[in-house]
């Protein structure tokens, strides 16, 4: 089926090592987000993409990094996890035509030790 | 820079009583307004927008908001609260020309029997 899908949906792991989270979708939308959500805090843009190999930071960037080699992906990569990195990311996509519409994925719980 | 407020983390009504949830926002310019509806797991899902045509929006659900200008606010109403309306919800602003979302805090809607 169509849509946008993350992986992992869960994923524990230590301070310090790399964690790479996966979005991919299937509508072919030019523009793909990440974002995390915390208590008290809302959603967070993290980092944002317009199209394949083009990326541009958000609100919260550091400590993230991003590629776009093909429009339908668009991983998430902590280099060096912290504890404040724990979170529950959600990946969204839109058209290039903007009509308002974010479409979510279901997001990845994070938890960093 | 644009931004929302929503007060109140918590909102708790009783089955069939008025929901109302409030969203200000800050903008620089004419702003594109939207709430967007988390159930528990989920990932957002568009509830309604105001892009500047008719100030009161109906959205899914049985929810409206009226985008009041002089006021910079745009509230979220429901005449009679159902069990299943029991959600976070999230207002978010854009203006015309900007690729990304800004969220509020969010406001969790508990409904009682």
């Known amino acids: 089926d169509a849509g946008i899908t993350q992986s992992p949906r869960y994923k524990i792991t230590e301070t310090g090592r790399q964690v790479t989270l996966m979005c991919h979708q299937t509508?072919?939308?030019?523009?793909m987000f990440w974002y995390r959500q915390d208590l008290g805090h809302g959603l967070r843009l993290i980092y944002y993409?317009?199209?394949?190999?083009?990326?541009d930071k958000g609100e919260v960037p550091d400590g993230y990094v991003v590629s776009r080699s093909k429009t339908e992906n668009f991983p998430l990569t902590l280099e060096s996890a912290t504890r404040s990195q724990t979170s529950v990311y959600f990946c969204?996509?839109?058209?290039?035509?903007?009509?308002?519409?974010?479409?979510f994925g279901e997001g990845s719980r994070l938890t960093v030790l | 820079a644009q931004s929302v407020t929503q007060l109140g983390s918590h909102v708790s009504v009783s089955e069939g009583a008025l929901v109302l949830l409030r969203c200000n926002y800050s903008?620089?310019?004419?702003?594109?307004l939207f709430w967007y509806v988390q159930y528990p797991n989920q990932g957002l899902q568009l509830l309604l927008k105001?892009?500047?045509?008719?100030?009161l929006v109906k959205g899914i659900n049985g929810f409206e908001a009226e985008f009041k200008k002089s006021e910079t606010s745009f509230h979220l109403t429901k005449p009679s609260a159902h069990m299943s309306d029991a959600a976070e919800y999230f207002c978010a602003v854009s203006d015309q020309g900007y690729s990304t979302l800004t969220f509020g805090k969010g406001t969790m809607l508990l409904v009682s029997p």
């Open positions: 903008s620089s310019v004419p702003p594109y």
């Open positions: 509508w072919s939308h030019s523009y």
């Open positions: 105001y892009t500047s045509a008719a100030t």
């Open positions: 969204a996509s839109r058209n290039r035509e903007w009509t308002g519409e974010l479409f």
């Open positions: 993409s317009a199209a394949a190999d083009i990326t």
